[in-house]
């Protein structure tokens, strides 16, 4: 039966300093038994760290799950963080001697795969996380936390190692939008389970082109198809897809639009009134809904099943019910609005180069085995495809040379579209992102600025099965 548990709502760390257990727990997401999961802290989704801007946040992770997971590595996605903080992917090791899809020497050292960087088994690493940009506080954003190992990053995902991070700051806190109680957090995924309630085990022998695993039960909050109630007014919610490849479209089915307020790199310029807005995977979008049109009714939120034309293998955006809102019958005030004015752009986005210094192609290829890959290579964690000097703003091109759609995500900072198959993006991506959707056949045009950090980040399609499947590169900052 459909929207019969209530919305979970994770519980909120706000320590500055904290320690979180990896490790295995139960959770009730169907009727009947409880389902294992591999967790951050004993949930899925694990718990929503809130943190202030500005405020050096460092968390421990211990690595309780059995010795067989092999090495764990944390990255906080959407973060401005050090290189050896950032999740490095590592290379082979005694739990992982091969790789089936990415070309990595056996002998590497530890320092040069990155594998001093992960968590072992039974260990713990601490990560900082400063949440500044050039020793200013950063700004407020919605971002997320998960694993990024080499070669298992869909697999560990799949078990449920993935959470919430929320950045707030003075000048959201401004702002009249709505908050507290009225600005909820939804993580959607999708997973599929047998019939004793267990996660299945989807990572059979699909290929590139053919890698995407979709599951058949769509979870918020790590519950299927909850509910929730609310007061007749306006609520903020944020939105985050952590999907292995599904793309949902979102709509209210009482076509209430949605005032789109932020994106992956916080609030935007201006708020866009949306009817449908497509997340894809690791995506996040911010919408005010208002609930006082709805009073005493209810409200699902629900995704379209496709954007005709577009998209002819990718994503396999969801077609039905997410969750429900119960709306409550009683009215209250309600003294929150959105600006027609919410946070600028950067100034450096004005005044950025829009010729490419470099070009990121991805196809699909290969001798022995077929792999994705980016500029003729899979994944090599010695390698870097392309250098930066700190302090410098790089203008990329981004062009999908294969017939699926890919959703590609940019380390070290938050980026900016300049344009899409040479057109200025439309309002809604108008803003800083980290993720973007690439249709196939397509080029984007996005821009950043590199302070703070040296050292290598990493370039990849998000669909978490590309990543795995040899889609991911590196670039360097150098000092
Ligand atoms: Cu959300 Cu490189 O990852
Ligand atoms: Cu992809």
């Known amino acids: 039966m459909p929207f019969r548990a209530p919305l979970p ?6 320590a500055a300093r904290l320690e979180i257990p990896i490790r295995l727990a139960e959770q009730g997401i169907l009727p009947g038994r409880k389902t294992k999961l ?21 968390i421990s992770f211990h690595h309780e799950l059995p010795a ?53 088994p ?21 971002k997320w936390y998960h694993d990024h190992r080499l070669d298992r ?75 929730h109630r609310v007061a007749a007014r306006r609520y903020r919610l944020r939105v985050l897809n952590v999907s292995q490849f599904r793309a949902y479209d979102l709509y209210l089915s009482n076509g209430a639009p949605m005032v789109q307020i932020g994106a992956d790199g916080g609030l935007m310029p201006r708020p866009v009134r949306r009817s449908r807005i497509l997340v894809g995977p690791a995506e996040r979008v911010e919408v005010v809904v208002d609930f006082a049109h709805a009073r ?31 709306v409550d019958s009683t009215r209250v005030p309600d003294r929150s609005r959105v600006p027609a004015r919410l946070r600028p752009l950067p100034p450096w986005t004005k005044k950025v180069s829009r010729r490419p210094d470099h070009t990121w192609t991805i196809t699909v290829g290969g001798v022995f085995k077929t792999s994705w890959l980016i500029n003729g290579r899979s994944f090599d964690p010695t390698y870097c495809d392309t ?9 990329w091109e981004l062009h999908n040379k294969t017939s ?48 703070d950090h040296t050292g290598k980040f990493v370039v990849h399609c998000h669909m978490l099965d590309h990543e795995d499947h040899g889609l991911m590169s590196q670039f360097r900052v150098r000092a």
């Open 9 to 14: 709502i994770p519980p909120e760390l706000t």
């Open 38 to 58: 591999w967790t951050f802290g004993g949930s899925f989704p694990g718990p929503t760290i809130r943190r202030p801007a500005g405020e050096r946040t460092e």
């Open 68 to 120: 067989s997971v092999g090495e764990l590595s944390v990255h906080l996605h959407g973060g401005h963080n050090r290189t050896q903080f950032d999740g490095q992917p590592g290379g082979l090791t005694g739990a992982q001697p091969f790789s089936e899809y990415c070309d990595i020497s056996q002998d590497l050292s530890p320092r040069a795969s990155g594998n001093e960087l992960l968590i072992r």
């Open 122 to 142: 039974g260990e713990s690493k601490r990560y900082v996380y400063d949440l500044t940009e050039e020793g200013h506080p950063e700004r407020a954003a919605f």
């Open 153 to 227: 990053t869909a697999l560990h995902a799949w078990h449920g190692l993935a959470g919430m991070f929320i950045v707030d700051d003075g000048f959201e806190a401004a702002l009249p939008l709505p908050h507290g109680d009225h600005d909820l957090a939804l993580t959607i995924a999708d997973r599929s389970f047998d019939r004793h309630n267990q996660l299945t085990d989807p990572f059979t022998d699909l290929r590139p082109p053919n890698d995407g695993i979709a599951g058949g039960r769509i979870l918020v909050n790590g519950a299927f198809m909850p509910h």
């Open 296 to 326: 005493g009714d209810s409200v699902e939120l629900r995704s379209a099943p496709h954007r005709p034309g577009r998209d002819p293998l990718g994503s396999h955006t969801y077609g039905g019910p997410l969750m429900q809102f119960r």
């Open 387 to 395: 250098g930066v000097r700190l302090g410098e703003t790089a203008t």
């Open 404 to 451: 699926v759609a890919h959703l590609m995500h940019l380390h070290h900072t938050s980026w900016y579209l300049l344009s899409r198959e040479g057109r200025p993006p439309p309002p809604w991506e108008d803003c800083l992102k980290d993720t973007f959707f690439i249709y196939p056949g397509e080029r984007i045009v996005v821009a950043g600025r590199l302070v």
